[in-house]
């Protein structure tokens, strides 16, 4: 059996609910916005989050 590091395990997890919840707080932010580009601007930003995001995740299912 290979042995894990569960605290670098537990350290990934954590970063992934910060940037969570930072993609939440952007997203509630695009009810506010009035200007098209300035949506779009903030639209990207979140898709780009979002990428990292998912692979950050496909790291932790792999370190486990």
Do not use: C, G, P, W
């Not at 098209?36 to 995001?53: F, G, H, S």
Request: charged letters at 35%; proline letters at 0%; glycine letters at 0%.
């Amino acid at each position: 059996m290979a042995f894990r590091d569960y605290r670098k395990i537990s350290q990934l997890v954590d970063e992934l609910d910060e940037q969570y919840q930072h993609i939440n707080s952007l997203k509630a932010e695009l009810k506010t916005i009035k200007s098209l580009d300035e949506y779009n601007e903030l639209a990207a930003k979140i898709n780009q989050l979002v990428e990292e995001y998912n692979e950050k995740r496909e790291n932790v299912k792999n370190a486990i």
